[in-house]
């Protein structure tokens, strides 16, 4: 939790329409800080104490798969969330049972159920950094 007693989400999607969806979406429940690349998410991570991490699959370079596993090891905390249109795909599936997804949401999202998902993940959040102290 940051300063202001809030949930610090990190959204990292490379079409600017969902960044600036998910700000004015959330921005008056959570701290919001926005990436349009995986090289943008990394930035914001090494500059801010981030609980919760969405990110698109589908980005041109990096997927979100691959930018969520490469962050692993410098930024293990936080709760990482992987959004995509494509749940089923067996890469998804091997992302969640390896551990680098807690959760996969399908797009498009709806606010109500996204809000609560990661007020969920900030609770995963919470509990997992109350066992590692």
């Not at 990110?55 to 997927?63: I, L």
């Not at 490469?70 to 067996?90: C, E, H, M, Q, W």
Request: aromatic fraction near 10%; include cysteine; hydrophobic fraction near 40%.
């Amino acid at each position: 939790m940051g300063a202001a007693g809030t949930i610090n989400v990190l959204y990292v999607d490379d079409e600017i329409f969902n960044l600036n969806a998910f700000k004015a979406s959330f921005r008056r429940l959570f701290n919001v800080h926005v990436a349009q690349s995986a090289i943008e998410g990394r930035k914001i991570l090494e500059t801010q104490e981030i609980n919760i991490i969405l990110t698109d699959q589908r980005m041109p370079v990096t997927t979100g798969i691959d930018f969520l596993k490469s962050i692993i090891p410098d930024f293990p905390k936080p709760v990482r969330i992987l959004l995509t249109g494509y749940a089923d795909s067996n890469t998804v599936i091997d992302a969640i049972h390896n551990g680098y997804v807690y959760q996969c949401i399908q797009k498009p999202w709806v606010q109500d159920e996204l809000q609560h998902d990661i007020e969920k993940a900030f609770d995963m959040y919470n509990s997992s950094t109350a066992v590692q102290n």
